[in-house]
């Protein structure tokens, strides 16, 4: 019999994310990472313990691919948080299926956690510390994660958006008004509409 083929973290993640990327996180399973892999189930079972693992693997796959670097200091601290809240949108809404488990496992991905840092540093240099920092970052945290989900689940430019400009304007004046403006924003000016409103708040 052929020795088994020694397979890489990245392979294994790589594996992982075509599954996520193509069925869906519904779909993410050792048997469907096994075959996208060529080999028997029992054969994953040599890498990884659980889909848990497999999880953590194909979070760190993709916040790996985050730019975490700081961003120019000569910038004011808030260009400098739009611009790491720019690289992680554009990475992580690369793979959409994928953010429910950044939340989960994000504390256990060396590549997320680079990126918390270099915002913390951001926000040290502007002042903030102790309650009012642990607020900002997780403020900026709760808001990537559901704008980034808003925008591939609920796009403005998505059938709700248009369903909502269709209810009886006398039940609800203000949806069907809000709707139609709705409907004429692109993806990138209503999240960095949003950002900038926090940053506006962060900066009071």
Do not use: C, K, N
């Not at 779909?27 to 996208?36: G, K, P, T």
């Not at 693992?53 to 916040?63: A, I, K, S």
């Not at 939340?103 to 270099?118: D, I, M």
């Not at 997780?138 to 980034?148: C, Q, S, Y």
Request: net charge negative; glycine share 8%.
């Amino acid at each position: 019999m052929p020795r088994p083929r020694s397979l890489t973290a990245h392979q294994l993640a790589s594996a992982a994310l075509a599954v996520l990327d193509r069925d869906g996180l519904a779909a993410l399973s050792m048997r469907a990472v096994a075959q996208e892999l060529g080999i028997s189930t029992m054969g994953l079972y040599r890498y990884v313990q659980d889909r848990e693992d497999l999880e953590r693997l194909v979070v760190e796959r993709v916040l790996s691919d985050v730019d975490t670097g700081l961003p120019d200091p000569g910038t004011s601290w808030r260009d400098q948080i739009e611009v790491m809240a720019r690289r992680l949108r554009d990475t992580v809404g690369a793979h959409p299926e994928v953010i429910p488990l950044s939340v989960v496992h994000r504390h256990h991905s060396p590549a997320g956690l680079r990126w918390s840092e270099t915002v913390l540093a951001v926000l040290t240099e502007a002042g903030f510390e102790g309650e009012r920092r642990v607020i900002a970052l997780r403020a900026l945290l709760g808001f990537l994660i559901g704008a980034i989900q808003l925008e591939h689940l609920g796009p403005l430019a998505g059938p709700g958006t248009t369903a909502i400009t269709e209810l009886p304007p006398s039940d609800f004046p203000h949806m069907t008004a809000t709707a139609r403006t709705a409907r004429r924003m692109d993806a990138d000016r209503e999240f960095l509409g949003g950002l900038r409103l926090l940053l506006d708040g962060l900066d009071a």
